[in-house]
């Protein structure tokens, strides 16, 4: 099912996981009226400037930003900015999707748990990156003291991880993100434990694109309208 209507609860919930990730870092940016924006540049795969309402426009999010090197980019929420004439180019498109929180949450699946120590955490983060340090790195420790964020993972018996998801609590609602699966681990093994972890009576939200969004629509998920990510050229 598609609904045509960004929820701004998702919006505002992504930017508040994007405020986290910095803070870990040691650079919160900043929440305005209309964006979020970093002034510093942001950690890997972060946006530095995500709008938060339909009216967001190019000053809004250009003003607060670093860009005197190329590779800043702008999570444009509602996919109505045109930012290719200040010299940004499209890097993708995906959609936003809405869990209602009144369906049953899946059973978790044997050895689902929240992850609790820097080491833990460490191990989950080379799980998700494939191996690659440099982009483990991006999970801080940091975010294991943050109250409205919870790291889950699926562990094997012989404690190999085979899945994770990171939850955060914000405006409401519980948003889903960087979940994946390790080896031949099918989506829908990740998205029951992700959900089973969620906080009941909230709705779920996240956003995905290609491939990863059919997983997402087969537990349970609608699209609730398009977003797009533009980066400096």
Request: proline share 9%; aromatic share 8%; hydrophobic share 45%.
């Given at each position: 099912?598609?609904?045509?209507?960004?929820?701004?609860?998702?919006?505002?919930?992504?930017?508040?996981?994007?405020q986290?990730v910095?803070?870990?870092h040691?650079?919160?940016?900043?929440?305005?009226?209309?964006?979020w924006?970093?002034?510093?540049r942001?950690?890997?795969?972060?946006?530095?400037?995500?709008?938060?309402?339909?009216?967001?426009?190019?000053?809004?999010?250009?003003?607060?930003?670093?860009?005197?090197?190329?590779?800043?980019?702008v999570?444009?929420s509602?996919?109505?900015?045109?930012?290719?004439?200040?010299?940004?180019?499209?890097?993708?498109?995906?959609?936003?999707?809405?869990?209602?929180a009144?369906?049953?949450?899946?059973?978790?699946?044997?050895?689902?748990?929240?992850?609790?120590?820097?080491?833990?955490?460490a191990?989950?983060?080379?799980?998700?990156?494939?191996g690659d340090?440099d982009?483990?790195?991006?999970?801080?420790?940091?975010?294991?003291?943050?109250?409205?964020?919870?790291v889950?993972?699926?562990?094997?018996?012989?404690?190999r991880?085979?899945?994770?998801?990171?939850?955060?609590d914000?405006?409401g609602?519980?948003?889903?993100?960087?979940?994946?699966t390790a080896g031949?681990?099918?989506?829908?093994?990740?998205?029951a434990?992700?959900?089973?972890?969620?906080?009941?009576?909230?709705?779920?939200?996240g956003?995905?694109?290609?491939?990863?969004?059919?997983?997402?629509?087969?537990?349970?998920?609608?699209?609730?309208?398009p977003?797009?990510?533009?980066?400096?050229?």
């Amino acid at each position: 099912m598609i609904i045509d209507a960004v929820p701004g609860d998702a919006v505002r919930n992504n930017a508040a996981w994007c405020q986290a990730v910095c803070a870990a870092h040691g650079h919160p940016g900043t929440f305005g009226p209309r964006a979020w924006t970093s002034a510093r540049r942001t950690p890997l795969y972060y946006p530095d400037a995500v709008t938060l309402t339909e009216d967001a426009d190019a000053t809004d999010v250009l003003t607060g930003i670093d860009r005197t090197t190329p590779g800043a980019s702008v999570k444009d929420s509602y996919a109505r900015l045109d930012l290719a004439a200040e010299g940004f180019r499209l890097l993708f498109e995906a959609r936003w999707i809405h869990r209602p929180a009144g369906l049953p949450r899946p059973p978790a699946p044997a050895g689902w748990h929240p992850v609790r120590t820097p080491e833990a955490l460490a191990a989950w983060a080379l799980a998700w990156s494939d191996g690659d340090a440099d982009e483990a790195a991006l999970f801080r420790p940091g975010l294991l003291a943050d109250p409205a964020t919870t790291v889950v993972g699926g562990y094997a018996a012989d404690g190999r991880i085979l899945g994770g998801a990171v939850l955060s609590d914000a405006a409401g609602v519980t948003g889903v993100s960087n979940l994946f699966t390790a080896g031949d681990t099918d989506p829908s093994y990740a998205w029951a434990g992700a959900l089973a972890a969620a906080p009941g009576g909230r709705p779920v939200v996240g956003y995905e694109s290609g491939d990863d969004l059919a997983p997402a629509l087969a537990a349970g998920f609608e699209e609730t309208g398009p977003l797009r990510v533009w980066l400096d050229a």
